[in-house]
């Protein structure tokens, strides 16, 4: 499809944003390449009257050859759109149903294994911290074989026997 095809029987007066006959209203390119409307009679009439003395142009005049051109002035297209009270409200909304997911859980959650934390199994919490070397570990080399994973044996963590508790 040629350029002109896409333009129909608009006027094009400019090389525009991209040299390409388009329309866009853009505050850093005021000017598009072809004008917003398509040439009708009575804008034709108004384009001869514009080439004399502007003073004897009416108002709705001067309004009627502005939207020929343009779709919108630079306060209607700089406008907010209020497309920011959507996207807030949406984002209270996830945030309260995490919140409410969140309550559930609490409320409906059963109390914890005696066996899930440290107190319920100490040599594996040892060998935790003791691979994770947060603890030090008093070793008795003379006590042999060695143990898991190069734990020697006779190895304590928190007065822990680590190869006796496993």
């Known amino acids: 499809m040629s350029e002109l095809a896409k333009i129909g029987n608009r ?6 944003y991209n040299g390409q006959p388009n329309y866009a209203d853009r505050p850093d ?29 009416t108002l709705e005049e001067k309004k009627a050859l502005y939207r020929a051109s343009f779709c919108q002035t630079f306060a209607e297209f700089q406008a907010p759109t209020g497309e920011w009270k959507g996207v807030l ?8 149903l995490s919140l409410w997911i969140y309550m559930a859980m609490k409320m409906f959650e059963g109390a914890a294994p ?19 070397r947060e603890q030090p570990l008093e070793v008795n080399l003379w006590r042999l074989p060695w143990c ?8 304590r963590v928190d007065g822990v026997d680590i190869c006796k508790s496993i």
């Not at 409200?89 to 309260?96: D, F, K």
């Open 11 to 16: 006027e094009w007066v400019g090389y525009g």
């Open 29 to 57: 390119f005021p000017l598009p390449a072809v004008r917003f409307r398509a040439e009708t009679p009575d804008i034709k009439v108004l384009r001869e009257k514009e080439k004399g003395d502007w003073r004897k142009l």
């Open 89 to 96: 409200g949406w984002s209270l909304c996830l945030a309260s």
């Open 114 to 132: 005696a066996h899930a934390g440290p107190e319920g199994q100490p040599h594996r919490w040892a060998l935790l911290q003791v691979g994770l």
């Open 148 to 155: 898991l994973l190069g734990v020697a044996a006779g190895g």
